[in-house]
């Protein structure tokens, strides 16, 4: 059974950082890329960052290209979120995804991802 299970999620003032994590068991996803989106309650999902197979490549959303990093180890199956100097609107609930088979270049679009994790609350105090 595939599972992606993010953390690292929770409360923090504004400026602050948190460094999100996905990890995912049941397959490996060393020759997909990978996402992270969020959600606010009544919102649409909304793209935050992609990475390739390899690392070699990122996509970030404008709003977040500065402040977040994405990142992976193949070799724990993980994927990371280091988010900086966060906002209020930053908070929404985070998600992280796998892209489907064949998909090895980052992608901003949620249809061509394949597999979702349960999310996870990342809130910024103002």
């Known amino acids: 059974q595939v599972q992606l299970v993010e953390s690292g999620g929770g409360l923090v003032q504004a400026g602050g950082s948190l460094r999100l994590s996905c990890a995912c068991s049941g397959r490996t996803f060393a020759r997909n890329s990978m996402g992270w989106f969020r959600q606010v309650p009544g919102k649409e999902r909304e793209f935050v960052a992609a990475?390739?197979?390899?690392?070699?490549?990122?996509l970030y959303a404008d709003s977040m290209k500065g402040r977040f990093a994405i990142s992976r180890d193949n070799a724990k199956n993980t994927v990371y979120l280091q988010m900086n100097s966060l906002k209020p609107e930053d908070t929404a609930v985070y998600y992280c995804?796998?892209?489907?088979?064949?998909?090895?270049?980052?992608?901003?679009?949620?249809?061509?991802?394949?597999?979702w994790g349960q999310g996870t609350q990342v809130t910024v105090s103002s």
């Open positions: 995804a796998a892209a489907l088979t064949g998909y090895t270049e980052p992608t901003y679009q949620p249809h061509e991802y394949a597999y």
């Open positions: 990475i390739g197979w390899n690392g070699g490549s990122t």
